[in-house]
C-alpha cells in the first residue's frame, strides 16, 4: 500500500560519514522513536498473544489435548462452526448485490444507505445483543408472535446466527464498495456490447476483478464471526453444551478458575487469528492494487 | 398577480431516483440490500427506539441519574477518553516509525499492529488479566513499584488502549506515506530546523486524521466488553463499565434500564460520528482530502 511511497522517504543510507539528511531525524532519535515503538508493540499486543500460548501449555501437551475431548468443549466449537457457516454466506451475498447496487449506480440517497450499513460498526456489541432481545423476547415487538408458535430464537442457534449477522454485516460490503467504485462499470458494459448476459458479465468480468478483495474481506468477516463475544453472550442464555460459542466456553472455563483449559481454548482462537493476521499480511504486500486503498476495518 | 408567460425554452431535468445505466440488476440487488438491512439492522434498532421512546426523556433521565448508573457511565468515557488519547499519541509513533524509517522485521511489526482486529475480545481479555494481574508477568513488576493494575481502572484503561491502537495507527498510517517530500524539503531549504519543519509543515496537515484516529479508538472504548470484564474487576461505583451494567440489567428482566443505558450510549456514539464528519469536512476543506 504504502510501499513505494514510504521508500522514497527511506532514512539516509546510515553511514557514519553521510552528511544527515535534511529530510529526516537523526539516527539516535531514529533509533530511540523505532525501539519505544516496538517495545510499546511487544508489550501491549505480542505479550498477550504469548501469554495465551504458554498459559495453555503450561501444564504439559497432554492436558492441552484433553480440553478438547471435553463434550462441552466440542459442541462449543460446533456451534461456533455452524454459526459462521450461516453469518459468513449470509453477509457474502448480502455484501456483493449490496455493492453491486451502490458501486456500479447512481442513485438518490446513496451515501445514507452506506451510512446505515456501517451503523453495525458503530454500536457496541452489548447493544447489538441487546436489540434482539428487545425484538424477540416474550414483551417484546415480534416476541409474542414466535412465542405462540413456538418457535425459540432468543437463547437459541437463530439469536445468536442473528446477533453475529449483526456484527460482521458491514464487513464484506465495506470492503467491496470502493473496490468496485475504482474499477467503473466500463468493463461490463464492454462485456454487456459484445453480447454478455448481466449475470455472464458479473461472473467473466466482476467477480475476477474483486476476487482477492472478496477472500480479504470474507477472511475478516469469518474471524469476527468466529470470535464475537459480547453479542452473542447477550443473546445466548449460556447453556452449557447448548448454546455456548467457543468464546462463551473460554468465559465459562475461565470463571471456573479453570485457567489452562480456558487459555487451551482460548489458544484455538488465538490461532484463528494468526491464520487471519498471516493472510490478511500476504494479501496485502501482493495484491494491493486489487484490494480497496485505505479500508477502515 | 403576475402570471408569467414566458415559454419554458428548457424543460427542468426530470428527477430521477436512479441515473439511466446499461448495466443490470439494480432493482434486485438494491431491494436485496434494503430488505436485508431492515431486517438486521433497522428494525432491531426500532425497537430500541421505540423502548426507550415509551420510557420518555424523563424516564431515561431517571435511569442516568441513578449513583451506580452514572458511576457506570462516567467510568466508561472517562477511562475511554484518557485510553483513546494515549492509543492516539502512540499510535502516531507507531505509525510514523512503520512509514518514515526501515528497520529489519517492520513488515512483521505492521500486521502486528491489527492484532487487536482480528484477536476474539474474549481472549483478549483473559490474556490482559493474566498478564497485568499481581501474579502476571507485567503485573508483578508493577506490584513491586506500587502499582495494582489488574482489577482497577487502570486495567479498564489497559485493555481500552489494546482495542484503540490499531484505529489511531492506521487513520494517520496512508496520510503519513503521502506527505509530499518535496515540502519537506523545501522547508529544510528555506533554514527551518527539523523539528521546526515537523512542528510547522508535516504536522498540521496530519491532525485531522489524528483526532478521526482518536474519536474512533474513543467509540469503540465506550462499547468494548469482551476485553474489558476480565482485567477490570467490575466493582460496582469503582471499576464497572457501563456495557456491563447493560448485561447485568437484562439478567434482572430490567428491559426498560438496559434500554435507557443503551440509548444514552448509542447517543454519544452518534455524536461522535457526527464529530468525525465534521472532522473531515472540515479537513476537506482546509486541506483537500480526508
Redesign the interface.
Known sequence: ??ET??A????APAKPDTPRS?????RAV?WT??A???V??A???????A??FV?ALSKGFETYIATFREPDALSAVRLTLIVAAIAVPFNLV?GI??S???A?????GKSL?VT??D??F??????SG??????F?A???FGAFFVQHGIQILFALPGIV?AT??VT?PFVARELIPLMQEQG?AE??AA?TLGAS??W??LTVTLPNIRWGLLYSVL?CN?RA?????AV??VSGHIRGLTNTI??H??IL?NEYN?VA??AV?SL??GL??V???I??ILE?RYAGELA??G?? | MTVSTKPRWRAKPRWR???P??????G???G??IL??SL??????G??V??SSRLGLSGIWEVASDPRVASALKISFGVSLLAALTASV?GF??A????????PGR?I????????????????????A??YAPN???GAQLEKIGIKAAYTPLGIF?AM??IG??FAV??V??LI??ID?EV??AS??LGAS?RA?LWKVVLPPLIPAVLTGFA?AF?RG?????SII?IAGNLPYVSEIA??L??IK?SEYD?AG??AI?TI??GI??L??LAINLIQAWSRRRFGYV
Open positions: 500500500m504504502s511511497a514510504a522514497t522517504f527511506a532514512a535534511a529530510v529526516t531525524e537523526g531514529r522513536l523505532t519505544i515503538a516496538i510499546f508493540l508489550l501491549f499486543l505480542v505479550l498477550p498473544l501469554t495465551v498459559q448480502f448485490a449490496a453491486w447496487a451502490i456500479k449506480f447512481e442513485f438518490a444507505l446505515l450499513i451503523l453495525p458503530s454500536v457496541s456489541p452489548v447493544v441487546l436489540i434482539y432481545v428487545l425484538v423476547s414483551q417484546g415487538v442473528l449477522i449483526f454485516f462499470t461490463e458494459e454487456l448481466g449475470l458479465a458479473f475478516l474471524a468466529m470470535g464475537e463475544f459480547g453472550s447477550v468464546p462463551l473460554v468465559e475461565y485457567f480456558a487459555f482460548a482462537l488465538a487469528a494468526l487471519t493476521l498471516l490478511k499480511s504486500w486503498a485505505g477502515r476495518h | 431516483f436512479r441515473q445505466s446499461v448495466l443490470p440488476g439494480f434486485i440487488t438494491f436485496y440490500t436485508c438491512l438486521v439492522v433497522l428494525i432491531p434498532l425497537a430500541l421505540v423502548r502512540f509513533l507507531v510514523w516509525v512503520l512509514t518514515r524509517y526501515r528497520f513488515r511489526v505492521d500486521a502486528v499492529v491489527d492484532l487487536p482486529f482480528a484477536l476474539p475480545t474474549a481472549v483478549a481479555g483473559i490474556a490482559l493474566q498478564v502476571g508477568i507485567v489497559i488502549v489494546f491502537l490499531p492506521r487513520t498510517q496512508p506515506a503521502e517530500k519537506e524539503e529544510a531549504t527539523r519543519t474512533l467509540a465506550v462499547g468494548e466488553y469482551g476480565f456495557p456491563l447493560i448485561v437484562l428491559y438496559a434500554a443503551a450510549m448509542l456514539s452518534f461522535t460520528l
